[in-house]
Structure formats: structure tokens, C-alpha cells
């Protein structure tokens, strides 16, 4: 009994440590995401013609402000 004690201590501490890097690398993910389509909106913004499709066939000034995405 007192040798079986330590062995589910460890299995929790180590499912918890892959719980905690697996939402680290979620949010870094997420953080990443916003950080490239803000610059791709901002990118094409400051662009004269810009390529996203979503609004090809708008010009600058008919864009919608507020971008959402699915």
C-alpha cells in the first residue's frame, strides 16, 4: 500500500502539467491568429487594392468596419 500511494500522486501532477501546456498553446495559438489577420486587414487597409476575397468587390471607403469571422 504505502509504495502504490506516490504513483496516482504523479499520474494527476502530470495530467495536469499537460492540461496547463495544452491551454498555453491554445491561447498562443489564438494570440497568433488575431495577431496575423489584424495585420492582414490593417496590410489591406493601407493597400489601394487589396486581395481578400471576402471583399473583393468592395472598394475602401463601401468596407465594413467591423470584420467578423467565423
Aim: with cysteine.
Amino acid at each position: 500500500m504505502e509504495a502504490e500511494t506516490p504513483q496516482p500522486k504523479a499520474r494527476r501532477l502530470s495530467n495536469n502539467r499537460q492540461e496547463s501546456v495544452r491551454l498555453k498553446r491554445s491561447e498562443t495559438i489564438k494570440e497568433v491568429k488575431t495577431k496575423c489577420l489584424s495585420f492582414f486587414f490593417d496590410f489591406n487597409l493601407s493597400k489601394k487594392t487589396h486581395f481578400n476575397p471576402l471583399f473583393y468587390n468592395y472598394s475602401i471607403q463601401n468596407r465594413p468596419k467591423v470584420v467578423k469571422l467565423s
